[in-house]
């Protein structure tokens, strides 16, 4: 809808964006039940002091001048037409219920609701932002492993990492003989075997190779 169209009146309840008029008459503080306008050709800010005194019929009159400017502020800031209808409502709504907080001397009336209409429509913006927000964070918590997990994974990747160290802290043949008797499971003899070394010198390797690795690993018992 641009701005410079005025919403086409219909007979019944009105649309979307007719916000709290109507056409049926009434008396009552409920905007929803106006009659037909009785102050035409009125500025919008003398309309709007009559609105904050209760006047249902100089809101109706309002209603003409703001209504298709409201809704195209929140339809700029919005872009979905459903969603805008829907804040525009809300506004007209608030116009009616906060009048009373209008100043004249500090701007036009027309100004003073599109600040409304454009606070309104950027909390729409920021609270789905937010909810966006906190979807995605519960489904990366939902994807994140437990604390103690992590830890785990931490602690074994570093004990790793140390024990790789001292093994290269060895000489070639203590690394070779250890590993072959600790890290593939061999016998002594089978190492001796596979080296083609007396079984003396393998566990000669072994007991030097092992006694490095207890100190640099900080084993005390």
């Known amino acids: 809808m641009r701005a410079d169209r005025r919403p086409a009146r219909r007979r019944g309840?009105?649309?979307?964006v007719d916000g709290p008029r109507s056409t049926r008459r009434g008396g009552g503080s409920d905007p929803t039940f106006l009659g037909t306008?009785?102050?035409p050709g009125q500025r919008p800010e003398a309309l709007l002091l009559q609105v904050a005194?209760?006047?249902q019929d100089a809101f109706a009159a309002l209603y003409d001048h703001i209504a298709a400017?409201?809704?195209?502020i929140v339809r700029s800031v919005l872009r979905d037409p459903a969603q805008s209808e829907e804040v525009a409502q809300e506004v007209l709504v608030e116009v009616w219920r906060t009048a009373a907080r209008f100043r004249p001397e500090r701007g036009s009336a027309l100004t003073w609701t599109l600040t409304i209409?454009?606070?309104?429509?950027v909390d729409r913006v920021r609270s789905a932002q937010a909810a966006t927000d906190r979807e995605h964070k519960a489904a990366l918590l939902e994807q994140t492993p437990a604390y103690d997990e992590v830890s785990e994974a931490v602690d074994r990747r570093l004990e790793r990492e140390h024990v790789r160290?001292?093994?290269?802290?060895?000489?070639?043949?203590?690394?070779?003989?250890v590993v072959l008797a600790y890290y593939r499971g061999l016998t002594y003899r089978e190492v001796a075997q596979l080296l083609a070394v007396p079984l003396g010198t393998v566990k000669a390797r072994m007991r030097d190779g092992l006694i490095r690795?207890?100190?640099?690993?900080?084993v005390t018992a």
């Not at 309840?13 to 979307?16: I, T, Y």
């Not at 209409?117 to 429509?121: G, S, V």
């Not at 093994?167 to 203590?174: M, V």
């Open 13 to 16: 309840r009105g649309s979307a």
């Open 37 to 39: 306008p009785s102050t």
């Open 53 to 55: 005194k209760g006047d």
């Open 69 to 72: 400017p409201v809704l195209g």
């Open 117 to 121: 209409a454009h606070r309104r429509a």
């Open 165 to 177: 160290r001292c093994l290269e802290a060895l000489t070639q043949t203590q690394r070779e003989s």
């Open 213 to 218: 690795m207890r100190d640099c690993l900080g």
